[in-house]
C-alpha cells in the first residue's frame, strides 16, 4: 500500500490543502473527492487509514487526539520510509475540514496528460516550485498506473492526436503487452523498472525516455527540468532523498487548518455529527 498512501497525501494536499478531506464520504453535503476524475476508481488505502486511526485512538486512551490529516502525513512518511526511501520529521498539529470538493480536485490535482508549463502552473498555484515538481513527481519511483493513463503515450498517440516521439520503441512495446488499444482500462503498469523500491531509477528511466505517464516523461524533454532530472538520477540518487524529503514537508504545509479551524474527526471519513 505505500505507494497509494503516499498518493493519498499528496491528492489530500493539493485540495484545499492538507486537511483530511479526500478521506470524507459523500453525503448530502459533502461533495466527496473521493469521485473526482484522478481518484474515483483510483485512489486506495482508505481502508488502511481506518485502521491506523483506530490504533492511534486506543493509543491515546480511546478518544480523538490526533487528526487524520496527520495520521495521511506520517502514513505517507513511513511508507516512503519502508521502501527504503527517506526519512523526514512530520510536522504534526494539522486539524481536519468539515468540507470537501470534488471540482476542486478535478481542476487542481496534476493530470497524467499534462506537458511541463501545465505541470509548473499547477505546482506552483501550492506554493512549490520547479524543483520541487521534479523531487515530488519522484514519488513515481514506487507503485503502479492504470493503462488508461498510459494508453495513449505508448500507442504513440497524445490526447489531441500527435505522435509522442520522446518514448524508447522497445519500452512502448513491452507496455503493449499488457495494456490494449481498445481495452484493459484498469491494467497496471510499473511506474518504473523497480516499483517496490524507493530509489533513483525513476529518473535514469526518465533519461532513456522510458517515463510511464506522458506527465513523467515531461520532466525531461528538452526543457528547464532536464539537468534536475539528471542530477537526481545520478550519485546514487542521494540528492533525490534529500530534496524529496524537504519537498514532502514543505508539501505537507499547504494551508493546514490550525487552533480552532476544522476538528479532530472521530470517523475519518465523516464529519463529527
Known amino acids: 500500500m505505500g505507494a497509494s498512501l503516499l498518493r493519498l497525501h499528496f491528492h489530500d494536499c493539493f485540495v484545499q490543502g492538507c486537511d483530511g478531506s479526500i478521506l470524507l464520504d459523500a453525503t448530502p453535503t459533502i461533495d466527496s473527492e473521493k469521485t473526482a476524475l484522478p481518484n474515483n476508481n483510483s ?6 487509514i481506518d485502521m491506523i486511526k483506530a490504533e492511534v ?3 491515546c486512551g480511546g478518544k480523538p487526539v490526533v487528526s487524520c490529516a496527520d495520521i495521511l502525513a506520517v502514513a505517507a512518511r513511513d511508507s516512503v520510509v519502508a521502501r527504503g526511501g527517506s526519512r523526514w520529521e512530520v510536522q504534526l498539529g494539522r486539524r481536519d475540514s468539515t468540507s470537501a470538493s470534488r471540482t476542486t ?3 487542481d490535482i496534476p493530470s497524467p ?7 509548473k502552473s499547477s505546482f506552483q498555484k501550492q506554493g512549490l516550485n520547479e524543483r520541487d515538481l521534479v523531487a515530488l513527481s519522484g514519488g513515481h ?3 503502479f498506473s492504470q493503462c488508461q493513463f498510459f494508453r495513449n503515450r505508448i500507442f504513440n498517440e497524445t490526447a489531441d492526436n500527435k505522435t509522442e516521439a520522446n518514448i524508447d520503441a ?3 512495446r513491452e507496455r503493449r503487452a499488457s495494456c490494449f488499444a481498445g481495452s484493459g482500462d484498469a491494467n497496471l503498469g510499473s511506474l518504473d523498472g523497480s516499483p517496490a523500491r524507493f530509489d533513483g531509477s525513476y529518473f535514469k528511466n526518465l533519461v532513456e525516455k522510458k517515463g510511464l505517464l506522458h506527465s513523467d516523461q515531461a520532466l525531461f524533454a528538452g526543457g528547464s527540468t532536464d539537468s534536475v532530472v539528471k542530477g537526481y538520477g545520478s550519485n546514487n540518487g542521494r540528492s533525490f532523498w534529500f530534496d524529496f524529503a524537504s519537498s514532502m514537508v514543505k508539501m505537507g504545509n499547504i494551508k493546514p487548518l490550525t487552533g480552532n479551524r476544522g476538528q479532530i474527526r472521530v470517523n475519518c471519513r465523516k464529519v463529527n455529527a
Do not use: H, Y
Not at 485512489?43 to 488502511?48: H, I, P, Y
Not at 496528460?113 to 505541470?119: E, G, K, N, T, V
Open 43 to 48: 485512489a486506495r488505502g482508505f481502508e488502511v
Open 57 to 59: 485512538d486506543k493509543a
Open 105 to 107: 480536485a478535478n481542476n
Open 113 to 119: 496528460f499534462m506537458d511541463l508549463p501545465a505541470l
Open 141 to 143: 519511483t514506487i507503485g
Open 170 to 172: 522497445e519500452f512502448a
